[in-house]
């Protein structure tokens, strides 16, 4: 059963940082071989956004420009781990921060987790 699961997120003052971890599961060859990872946000009262993404072994990387700069993402291929490293957080980085896996090619495959609340106030 293939599952993602993220942690981390919580109450943090603007200019703070949290690190965000998505622990992927049930991925047949591990989520990196044929999956793409990223992070969404959603903002009460938002349409969901992307974050950031990670393209699989190869690693490479993309951000929204609204995070380039202060957000960071990677990836363990070892423990199909996905993380977000956030710093400088400023209020309206306040979402749920919700992990994705899509399929690199071919058919199209696409898993959610349940999403943390990440929340940046003084």
């Known amino acids: 059963q293939v599952q993602l699961v993220e942690s981390g997120g919580g109450l943090v003052q603007p200019g703070g940082s949290l690190r965000l971890s998505c622990a992927a599961s049930?991925?047949?060859?591990?989520?990196?071989?044929?999956?793409?990872l990223s992070w969404y946000r959603q903002a009460s009262g938002k349409g969901r956004e992307l974050v950031a993404g990670?393209?699989?072994?190869?690693?490479?990387?993309n951000y929204a420009d609204s995070v380039k700069g202060r957000f960071t993402i990677s990836g363990d291929y070892s423990k199909n781990m996905v993380y977000l490293q956030m710093n400088s957080l400023k209020a309206e980085d306040t979402a749920i921060y919700y992990c994705?896996?899509?399929?690199?090619?071919?058919?199209?495959?696409?898993?959610w987790g349940q999403g943390t609340q990440v929340t940046v106030s003084s």
């Open positions: 994705n896996a899509k399929t690199l090619r071919g058919t199209l495959e696409d898993y």
């Open positions: 049930g991925f047949p060859g591990g989520v990196f071989s044929r999956y793409g």
């Open positions: 990670i393209s699989g072994i190869g690693g490479l990387t």
